[in-house]
């Protein structure tokens, strides 16, 4: 059984910095992406960043820039350098991995973005 645990969400100023990551246990292939998702209230979840297993990177134009993904294939982890947060990137970040189209999802961390 697949199961992901996500840590790092607050609150934080705008132009502020966090670092959201989430492990992996369970069976995982070696074959897979993982990557971070996002729902503010009323929105639909939407794609943030993804990583695949080649270490290719995918970014919402929205976090282009100001985001960075990165992965840890020893560690089973995924992490989510956010930098220059803004209040429109306030949402709960849900992390996502991929294994051959079946979709596993960790249970969310707030990060809100706030003066």
């Known amino acids: 059984q697949v199961q992901l645990v996500e840590s790092g969400g607050g609150l934080v100023q705008p132009g502020g910095s966090l670092r959201l990551s989430c492990a992996a246990s369970g069976s995982i292939f070696s074959i897979n992406t993982m990557g971070w998702y996002r729902q503010a209230p009323g929105n639909q979840r939407e794609l943030v960043a993804n990583?695949?297993?080649?270490?290719?990177?995918n970014y919402a134009d929205s976090v282009k820039g100001r985001f960075t993904i990165s992965r840890d294939y020893t560690k089973k982890t995924v992490n989510l350098q956010m930098n220059s947060l803004k209040p429109e990137d306030t949402a709960v970040y849900f992390c996502?991995?991929?294994?051959?189209?079946?979709?596993?999802w960790g249970q969310g961390t707030q990060v809100t973005v706030s003066s």
């Open positions: 996502n991995l991929n294994i051959a189209g079946r979709a596993y």
């Open positions: 990583i695949t297993s080649g270490g290719s990177t």
